[in-house]
């Protein structure tokens, strides 16, 4: 009999997350797996299309068993509106859990996906004191610190409790997956060293198949030398040192495409504008995942950037993996694991975070030397399929369940 695999996920499809991958390969692999997740409102802040309190709760994705549980969908996405949202999905979780553990049949394995917050990890909790599955944990957002780093919480005593209540959690896991050999450390003052394995990202298929789809509102592309970001505008992307990278090369030929949004946007757009770019700097938003390769073919470099915190140096953003796995030369403006990947694969250029200077004069370099462009590329989808294609991640992650 197949072993029967419990995922619990903040997000699922449709929204666009490596968990929705996971839980095909899972699925490929002959086991039995269902998603736990809530309706899906990321990053629009509304409920998708389709979903519903009594629409779609109960779905079939590519073989996998979906579950939507009830929220309060997180809206504009303000301070308030986000604990709501994740209060309430937590409330949902905890409910939903204890029905599973009391009155279904038994999962022999819980796979968390964690990203922000880190109350999706403690309802699998409870399931292990009711029914002792084997818990793996993948932890995407190393918490306290990403909130402190962000500044959202300023408390000593609140760091303290939230320091303690993750070194609970992880505890009671039996393996926690790390995205980067950066956390090691900090995972290690949590649990025993046997317990951390390190699973890095990987690109989805349509990066590696360079299958070129169109998005449906046929976006226009600017003539000339442009660098492009795709992802989320947030907090954590320092756009704000983006932008001032933006103003010293005011005066070059250089295009900027931002495809992605966030809670950033805003305020880029504003800056652009009241600083005469607007004629420098196109948006394209949000786009479905199968036409990313069609955007990426339109830029000569892909850029990202992380804010200058510690916790951010230890973070490989998966957009890394998806540039390289594109072939695709890369500027980066980041410090610590990230910076070192880039000159490492020597599939671009990278500067420490904040650099914007450093970040400016390395993308004027990559205009002027566009010889190097194709063997950064090159070199960039060889460091990729050796070090984190998807097949080997498949391998590893079958090992660790059913082993």
Known sequence: MAQRVLIYTNHFYPENFKVNEVSEMLSNDGLEVTVITGLPNYPDGKIAKGYGYFKNTTDVVKGVKVKRLWLIPRGSGSKLRLVINYLSYFASCIIYTLYIGLFKKKYDVIFVHHTSPILIAISPIIYKWLRKPKMILWDLDMWPDTLVALDIIKSKKVILFLETLVKWIYKQYDKVLIGSNSFASKAKERVADYKIDYFPNWAEDVFTQKNQVQPNNNPQFPVGFSVMYAGNIGEAQDFGNVFNAMKILKNEAI???????????????????????????????????QTMPYFFSKADVMFFSLQDKEIFSKTVPAKLQAYMASAKPIVGMISGEGNQIIKEANCGLSVNSGDYIGFADAILEMKTNKQLLLQYGQNGEAYYNKNYSKPSRKKQLSSIIKG
């Open 255 to 289: 295009n900027w495409l931002i495809v992605g949004d966030g809670r950033w946007l805003k305020q880029l757009k504003e800056k652009v504008s009241q600083s005469g770019l607007s004629d420098k700097v196109t948006y394209y938003g949000n786009n479905p995942l």
